[in-house]
């Protein structure tokens, strides 16, 4: 039997096993017809979460299409209803926040093993590995008051809150 065959396999077995996961609260939306490009929000995330102005720690991904007409798209973490990151974290590190309901991870338990990293179905991931503290990352939406959302010089970004139903 083939690896690739074997692989899903597992995730077949994943997705009947999976617990129900509870949707987010709400989540970050952009409206790219007014974004800038300016990234700030990278800058602002990663300052808030690291102390430091690094895009590669931001927990805000920006796509960057330089040769294509210097196209900057924000891409945040759409806090999954599926979560498929949650259901691949065999630490618990990863899990739902009892109060703003996003996927959240916490770095004094996670591992760095990346199955969440891996398990992200937006491409590409928007989890990301904090290469010094050997630990996974994600948007955690700020308690629900996302920085990069409030400094947002165009107002592109939006914090999108969900009824509870």
Do not use: W
């Not at 597992?10 to 997705?15: L, P």
């Not at 891409?75 to 309901?101: I, M, N």
């Not at 990352?137 to 107002?155: I, R, T």
């Amino acid at each position: 039997m083939s690896a690739e065959i074997v692989k899903k396999e597992v995730m077949v077995a994943k997705i009947v096993e999976a617990p129900i996961v509870k949707p987010s609260k709400g989540h970050i939306l952009v409206d790219m017809s007014i974004c800038g490009g300016c990234r700030t929000c990278e800058a602002v995330c990663s300052l808030y979460k690291e102390g430091m102005v690094n895009p590669e720690l931001s927990r805000i991904y920006v796509k960057k299409d330089i040769l294509g007409g210097y196209v900057c798209e924000p891409t945040p973490c759409k806090q999954c209803y599926g979560a498929e990151c949650l259901l691949a974290c065999l630490t618990g590190a990863l899990h739902v926040d009892s109060v703003t309901g996003a996927r959240v991870i916490d770095e004094d338990i996670c591992d760095g093993c990346q199955r969440c990293l891996e398990a992200c179905p937006v491409t590409p991931p928007r989890i990301g590995y904090h290469t010094g503290k050997k630990v996974c990352f994600k948007c955690d939406l700020c308690g629900g008051d996302p920085e990069c959302v409030k400094f947002c010089p165009m107002g592109a970004l939006s914090y999108v809150k969900v009824e509870e139903v």
